[in-house]
């Protein structure tokens, strides 16, 4: 059964970080694509940033050069490091997979996890 657990989302302050984590279990990441979707109140889901089974990594020009993108096969875990958060990446934080390789529509992957809540406030 393919499963995709978040963690790591909660309350920060503007400026700070966080590292959310996406297990995989009931499949081997190595041959698929995982990436961070955000969805906040009233706006559309937003793809964040992807790493592909070939060692590419996809990320959103929103957040260029405050997220890094990382996977560990062998823990079949993928992890998104924000930093320098702002309060418009305030949202619901998804990981979603699909085989080999990135794309940029949401309807194109195939598994969902249930999501981390991000809140940036001061």
């Known amino acids: 059964q393919v499963q995709l657990v978040e963690s790591g989302g909660g309350l920060v302050q503007p400026g700070g970080s966080l590292r959310l984590s996406c297990v995989a279990s009931?499949?081997?990441?190595?041959?698929?694509?995982i990436a961070w979707f955000r969805q906040a109140p009233g706006k559309e889901r937003e793809e964040v940033s992807c790493s592909s089974s070939d060692g590419r990594v996809y990320i959103s020009d929103s957040v260029k050069d405050r997220i890094t993108i990382s996977r560990d096969n062998a823990e079949n875990t993928v992890y998104l490091q924000m930093n320098s958060l702002k309060p418009e990446d305030t949202a619901v934080y998804y990981c979603?997979?699909?085989?080999?390789?990135?794309?940029?529509?949401?309807?194109?992957?195939?598994?969902w996890g249930q999501g981390t809540q991000v809140t940036v406030s001061s």
């Open positions: 009931g499949f081997t990441l190595d041959y698929y694509a």
């Open positions: 979603a997979t699909r085989e080999y390789l990135c794309s940029d529509s949401a309807n194109n992957y195939d598994y």
